[in-house]
Each structure stands twice: as C-alpha cells, then as structure tokens.
C-alpha cells in the first residue's frame, strides 16, 4: 500500500521560510519521482515541483521558481520541499504525490502566510 505522510506546515508571516518534509511507503522509491502540489481553497490542485528518483533533475512551477527547492534523501524515503520567501498567495494545504496531477498524494499539511 502507498503510504505518503507530509509534515512541516504552520503558519508564517511574509516572507518568512518553511521545510515541508513527506515520509514515503509502499513503492519502490528511489525509482520513482515525486511531486509536490498544493491546494488553496476553492481552487484545483497546483502543480509546484518535481524531483526525479535519482534527484539529478527538478522541475518547478513558474509561481514558485527561484523560491522553493525541491529536495530528497532515498536512504530516508523521504522528500523535502524547502519554502522562502513565502506570500500570502501560498497559503494552501501542501500534498506530495507520485505523480505530476496529485492522484495518488498524501493527507497534506497545512501552510498559512499572514501579511
């Protein structure tokens, strides 16, 4: 069974950073790419970045290039999205998936950006 499990959310006032961290089970991981894709309410999932299994490549949305980092540890199945500068505007509940669409994603964590 796929199990993916974020953490890391909370809330921050502008500009401020945050690390969200998802715990990854059930698949074989390090052949796998990983997404992160958030949510804000009454709006359809946005796509925010990809890591592919070996992490030598990313991919990054235009909304958040050059503010996010997408990152893993495959000794830890773990993969990490390091957030600066954050705005308003990201607030959102933040899901990592297996795939670029949030299909098969985790329960999500919550991010508030206060201004």
């Known amino acids: 069974e796929i199990q993916l499990v974020e953490s890391g959310g909370g809330s921050v006032q502008a500009g401020g950073s945050l690390r969200l961290s998802c715990a990854a089970s059930g698949f074989t991981f390090h052949l796998t790419a990983m997404s992160w894709v958030r949510q804000s309410t009454g709006q359809g999932l946005e796509w925010l970045a990809t890591?592919?299994?070996?992490?030598?490549?990313?991919a990054y949305a235009d909304s958040v290039k050059g503010r996010f980092t997408i990152s893993r540890d495959n000794a830890k199945f773990t993969t990490y999205l390091e957030m600066n500068n954050l705005q308003p505007e990201d607030t959102a509940i933040y899901y990592c998936?297996?795939?670029?669409?949030?299909?098969?994603r985790g329960q999500g964590t919550q991010v508030t950006v206060s201004s």
């Open positions: 998936a297996i795939d670029t669409l949030g299909n098969t």
């Open positions: 890591v592919t299994g070996l992490g030598g490549r990313t």
